[in-house]
């Protein structure tokens, strides 16, 4: 067993919420800046977007230690990747399953595996416990954006 174990839980847990938060966001309100920030709907198509890099880098960590990564700009991908007439259940399908898988090959490693890194043109070399951990907390992050807006709940 992985000593990451719990770690990997946790992402996994997050990433179960994070889809019925949203779901529970009407979809009035999808469209809606929180506090004056990305929308729900912006935050989903980052973290699938997130997601997909993740799958990147971790994958050229474990396939090519060493090898070189790709920096990631968030507000270009937003610009310029034409996301917006894709359903919001195919992109949240899409991003539990890759989430989902990410996280069976990261639970499949043996813990050696985390230590080895790849080289990121801007910040240096990058170890999978690293790019994991940025990655595998994202989703809480945006997560707890939505609660704290009091998006996704359903009172009684």
Do not use: C
């Not at 992402?11 to 920030?37: C, H, L, S």
């Not at 920096?71 to 610009?79: N, R, S, T, V, W």
């Amino acid at each position: 067993m992985s000593s990451h174990y719990a770690q990997l839980a946790d992402w996994n847990n997050a990433m179960t919420e994070f889809v019925m938060v949203y779901r529970n966001v009407p979809a009035d309100k999808r469209m809606q800046p929180i506090d004056g920030g990305w929308s729900p709907r912006q935050l989903l198509q980052h973290l699938l977007e997130s997601e997909i890099v993740f799958s990147t880098r971790m994958r050229t960590a474990i396939a090519n230690p060493g090898g070189s990564i790709l920096p990631f700009d968030q507000d270009l991908y937003e610009e310029r990747i034409p996301v917006a007439e894709i359903p919001d259940e195919l992109l949240l399908d899409a991003l539990a399953a890759l989430r989902a898988v990410n996280l069976a090959i990261l639970r499949a490693l043996p813990d050696e595996a985390w230590e080895q890194s790849v080289q990121h043109p801007e910040a240096g070399p990058q170890t999978l416990d690293r790019i994991a951990n940025i990655f595998g907390n994202h989703v809480t992050d945006h997560l707890n954006d939505m609660k704290n807006a009091g998006l996704g709940t359903r009172s009684l």
